[in-house]
């Protein structure tokens, strides 16, 4: 079975740092991309940054540009999510995700690209 494990939400003060990570089993990992996906309450999920894991290409949202990075350790099959000068707005359940399909090229991320799910961290930023 595929699993991806999230962990490493927590509460941050406005311009401080969050490292989140992603373990994943029970793939091929480096045929895959993998994404991070956030929700805040009332919104819909949205693509925050994504990484082919074959040749490390990358997209981000825009408004994350610049302050978050996505990064994978291929021996250790974890993905991370450096975030950075973090706003309130940043303040989401983050979920990781995977596909078989690489979606690094394109100007924006669907939810329903992704084929496997991990469950949600809960990231806080308070002002």
């Known amino acids: 079975d595929v699993q991806l494990q999230a962990s490493g939400g927590g509460l941050a003060q406005v311009g401080g740092s969050l490292r989140l990570s992603c373990a994943a089993s029970?793939?091929?990992?480096?045929?895959?991309?993998f994404c991070w996906f956030r929700q805040a309450p009332g919104k819909e999920r949205e693509g925050v940054s994504c990484?082919?894991?074959?040749?490390?290409?990358?997209y981000y949202l825009d408004s994350v540009k610049g302050r978050f990075t996505i990064s994978i350790d291929n021996a250790k099959k974890t993905i991370y999510l450096q975030m950075n000068s973090v706003k309130p707005e940043d303040t989401a359940v983050y979920y990781c995700?995977?596909?078989?399909?690489?979606?690094?090229?394109?100007?924006?991320?669907?939810?329903?690209?992704?084929?496997?799910w991990g469950q949600g961290t809960q990231v806080t930023v308070s002002s």
């Open positions: 995700a995977s596909s078989i399909g690489v979606y690094t090229k394109g100007t924006m991320l669907m939810p329903k690209w992704m084929d496997y």
């Open positions: 029970g793939l091929l990992f480096n045929d895959y991309g």
């Open positions: 990484i082919n894991s074959g040749d490390g290409d990358t």
